[in-house]
């Protein structure tokens, strides 16, 4: 069992940045593929990035890439996003997911499916304003 927190939502101009943190309890954190997604009124959950058990491997959402980092510390329990250049599309509650893997499967047709993680936080609202 999991539980992930997240933390470090809040209002934004854009073009500003943001860094959301999930930390994540438990002692087998190195053995979990991390993810954000993100979720508007209305729309479905939205797939954002993920990231491999030791960091080395990332996907991300074509829509963030280039301004959006993922990176975790598994010393720390702990996956973060840095948001640079907010756009007030990035508007959302964001969520930290988790699934326990043996394996990298940097499949992105399979990552961005909310039925491949175990383990989902209660979210942080981001709001960007223009």
């Known amino acids: 069992q999991v539980q992930l927190v997240e933390s470090g939502g809040g209002l934004v101009q854009a073009g500003g940045s943001l860094r959301l943190s999930c930390a994540a309890s438990?002692?087998?954190?190195?053995?979990?593929?991390m993810a954000w997604f993100r979720q508007t009124p209305g729309k479905e959950r939205e797939f954002v990035v993920g990231?491999?058990?030791?960091?080395?491997?990332?996907v991300y959402a074509d829509s963030v890439k280039g301004r959006f980092t993922i990176s975790r510390d598994n010393a720390k329990n702990t996956v973060y996003l840095q948001m640079n250049s907010l756009k007030p599309e990035d508007t959302a509650v964001y969520y930290c997911a988790a699934k326990r893997s043996a394996i990298w499967n940097s499949n992105k047709a399979i990552m961005i499916k909310e039925g491949f993680y175990d383990y989902w936080g209660q979210g942080t609202q981001v709001t960007v304003s223009s």
């Open positions: 990231i491999s058990q030791s960091g080395g491997g990332t």
């Open positions: 438990g002692r087998t954190f190195s053995s979990y593929v």
